[in-house]
């Protein structure tokens, strides 16, 4: 069973560009989150989505944004890149309300310059 | 808000030892999960373990065992006959429902020495 599989692994990206990170959940799992993990931080959360739904949006400018597709693959968005977003972003799914844990991908690393 | 504390920036043990790792939280609720993440080298954050409030068993798997005081917020983890590739970085995270929002601590990483 393939795990949970994000891309690219690695991304570097000038200030005031935009990226699109993807993130493909495990099969059968309807529910993908969001986190942005940085040393000064920690995890944060970003966003769940569920059945391509929004469910749950943590504490981040618009400049960030989400979509599911209806074969539960997601993608995330950030536009007007800044120095600060720099970060490990990871992707995580689940089959539906979280609580049994979710099963996180490796990551993408995005280095803004 | 919840908030989730680990007071031990980084930890050693030696090879075949017993560490224990400390967690606590701040919550109003009284349905919720708890949950021990592992992130090594690689990466990918990996579940060690996880505990319902509403049940007072102390969860366990295999050497990994946690000790879960409800009344106090304190949600530690064991690991007993430690191993080389139990270094790595862990996490103590916090869920309610219906949030669906994992909230971390800052980690407390973890080296094994042979």
């Known amino acids: 069973k393939a795990g949970v599989t994000q891309t690219p692994r690695y991304l570097i990206k000038t200030r005031g560009q935009q990226v699109t990170l993807s993130c493909s959940p495990i099969?059968?799992?309807?529910?993908v989150s969001w986190y942005q993990q940085t040393p000064g931080q920690g995890l944060q959360f970003l966003f769940e989505?569920?059945?391509?739904?929004?469910?749950n949006k943590g504490n981040f400018p618009g400049r960030f944004s989400g979509r599911q597709f209806s074969n539960s693959r997601s993608e995330m968005n950030v536009s007007t890149l800044e120095l600060g977003d720099s970060a490990l972003y990871l992707c995580?799914?689940?089959?539906?309300?979280?609580?049994?844990?979710?099963?996180f991908g490796s990551g993408t690393r995005l280095t803004v310059v | 808000a919840q908030t989730v504390t680990q007071s031990q920036p980084e930890m050693s043990v030696q090879e075949a030892e017993t560490v224990t790792l400390s967690c606590t939280y701040d919550?109003?609720?009284?349905?919720?999960?708890l949950f021990w993440y592992k992130q090594p080298p690689s990466r990918q954050m990996i579940l060690v373990i996880r505990?319902?409030?509403?049940?007072?068993q102390n969860a366990t798997e295999n050497r990994f065992s946690v000790n879960f005081q409800k009344a106090a917020k304190s949600f530690s983890l064991k690991i007993s006959d430690s191993q080389l590739g139990d270094t790595a970085m862990y996490f103590c995270?916090?869920?309610?429902?219906?949030?669906?929002?994992?909230?971390f601590g800052a980690g407390t990483r973890l080296t094994v020495k042979p």
């Open positions: 505990q319902e409030a509403y049940k007072q």
């Open positions: 995270a916090f869920m309610k429902q219906p949030d669906n929002d994992m909230r």
């Open positions: 995580a799914s689940s089959l539906g309300q979280g609580s049994s844990g979710y099963t």
């Open positions: 989505y569920f059945s391509e739904t929004q469910r």
């Open positions: 099969s059968g799992h309807r529910s």
């Open positions: 919550t109003s609720e009284n349905n919720y999960y």
